[in-house]
């Protein structure tokens, strides 16, 4: 399934640690002020179980924007997300990146395969 919205970002360099708390910040921040059924973010809030349709949270609560961010720079360090910017990967969580319009930005969470 593709999402795809703009992020706002203040600067049009910014590092891709800025980058993905810029994309957290932004996902909670929708999902807190609209309180949907689901939570279809960048990494997994805490007590939450995993849907097709994206996160259900088990009691309905606002999500907390630096627990994810956390997670989400866990994730990315431990190679479960990985950011492509223009087709080309980013390797770091100090690199910076140059936005201009019409870049780009990917953002895939890998998953385990259950099996054989």
């Known amino acids: 399934m593709l999402h795809e919205w703009p992020l706002e970002c203040l600067n049009d360099r910014l590092s891709v640690r800025e980058l993905i708390r810029s994309r957290v910040y932004q996902e909670v921040q ?6 949907p059924e689901f939570f279809r973010g960048l990494v997994q809030p805490t007590d939450a179980e995993q849907t ?7 009691k309905r609560k606002p999500v907390d924007w630096k627990t ?18 223009d087709e ?5 969580l100090d690199e910076e990146i140059e936005l201009r319009p019409g870049t780009h930005v990917s953002f895939l969470r890998l998953t385990l395969l259950v099996g054989g």
Do not use: M, P, W, Y
């Not at 097709?52 to 088990?58: P, Q």
């Not at 080309?88 to 770091?92: D, M, R, V």
């Open 30 to 35: 929708d999902f807190n002020q609209q309180q």
């Open 52 to 58: 097709l349709n994206g996160f259900k949270l088990r």
């Open 68 to 85: 994810q961010f956390e997670k989400a720079l866990s994730a990315f360090e431990t190679n479960q997300i990985i950011i492509l910017v």
């Open 88 to 92: 080309k990967q980013a390797n770091s």
